[in-house]
């Protein structure tokens, strides 16, 4: 058994903060209910759909046209998943061909606003992010020379 995990199936560690930084506040295991819905709403496919749903309805092919790189199946996928969990409505509208419609529901848009507080923030330190990345990458290509032989 792995160091931090329960003997417990159902055992998945608390979110709450205890007055402390806990480096297993997410329980690593796959039967972690709070980890499968990170890895869910944290997957980049789901992050753009939510945030081209912020307060408009598209449609599948919308969606896809806007979303560069996704394929049919994955963006179905995602979709399929999001509406499962209550993030998605999906509209079928009763006309030849079929229309179907895609927005977010209430509980998908206090997501999109979460979503929007991380993007504010990267937004925000993005040359800070690209220093420290070139800075990294001189280190290591400095290091990598020193052990060339």
């Not at 979303?67 to 969990?85: A, F, H, K, P, W």
């Not at 993030?87 to 977010?104: A, D, G, I, N």
């Not at 800075?135 to 290509?141: E, K, Q, V």
């Amino acid at each position: 058994m792995e160091e931090g995990t329960s003997k417990s199936p159902s055992h998945c560690a608390s979110t709450v903060d205890h007055g402390g930084a806990d480096p297993f506040q997410w329980d690593t295991r796959e039967d972690c209910q709070v980890r499968q819905i990170l890895d869910r709403i944290a997957d980049k496919w789901s992050l753009l759909v939510i945030a081209l749903l912020d307060n408009r309805r598209l449609r599948f092919t919308e969606l896809r046209r806007e979303i560069d790189g996704v394929s049919q199946r994955m963006l179905t996928v995602t979709l399929r998943s999001l509406e499962r969990d209550g993030l998605v409505k999906r509209t079928v509208h009763p006309v030849v061909p079929p229309r179907v419609e895609y927005e977010l529901t209430s509980l998908g848009r206090t997501l999109h606003t979460t979503i929007q507080s991380l993007v504010t923030w990267t937004e925000a330190h993005r040359e800070e992010i690209a220093q420290a990345r070139s800075a990294y990458d001189t280190r290591a290509a400095q290091a990598a020379e020193a052990t060339a032989p």
